[in-house]
């Protein structure tokens, strides 16, 4: 294999595809994410080969295999951050004061249920919820506050966000 013999490489691919799928899947935790990552780490290998120095094939796997799928996720999550990155600002913050049409007392009910849910919040998502949304402040004005960056901020609404849909009902608001 490390001679450039592509039939012994195809049997170390045949060998350990599993075991690479195994490793990539417990990081990626997306079958089709982990089966784009192990053709990822098969090709590294490959295009590795006549400058690598391969002393325990299995621990150079895994080690090749654990640092892509680690990659991909980490991409993910940034082209994630980065696909609602500005959301925030875009979008005003809601209103639960009510239109004109709407009937005051189901408008009262409303900011009632959402203060309370609030309160169920962790209290420091509770905060950056709060400031952003009904004080309308900005993330530096929150991370000032806070005396923390402007990343933390904007990961803290991301995971408050996260905490949100999991522990709230939708039903609860109907």
């Known amino acids: 294999m490390l001679a450039g013999d592509e039939e012994a490489f195809r049997e170390v691919v045949r060998t350990y595809r599993n075991y690479v799928f195994q ?6 935790r997306h079958p ?3 089966e784009d990552v192990m053709q990822e780490v098969f090709l590294k290998m490959y295009t590795s080969l006549p400058q690598t120095e391969v002393k325990g094939l299995k621990a150079w796997i895994s ?5 892509k799928a680690i990659d991909y996720k980490r991409k993910a999550y940034r082209q994630r951050e980065t696909a609602t990155d500005g959301m925030e600002e875009a979008m005003p913050p809601p209103s639960l004061s009510g239109s004109d049409t709407e009937d005051p007392l189901l408008s009262k009910e409303l900011q009632a249920l959402v203060m309370r849910k609030l309160e169920e919040l962790p209290e420091n998502y ?3 919820i709060i400031a952003f949304y009904y004080e309308d402040k900005s993330y530096q ?10 990343q933390t901020i904007k990961s803290k609404l991301y995971r408050a966000k996260q905490w949100i849909k999991q522990h709230w009902k939708e039903e609860e608001f109907e």
């Not at 080690?63 to 640092?67: G, K």
């Open 32 to 34: 089709k994410d982990a």
């Open 126 to 128: 509770r905060d950056v």
């Open 63 to 67: 080690r090749v295999a654990v640092n």
């Open 23 to 28: 490793i990539v899947f417990s990081v990626v």
């Open 141 to 150: 004005q929150i991370a000032d506050e806070q005396k923390v960056t402007v």
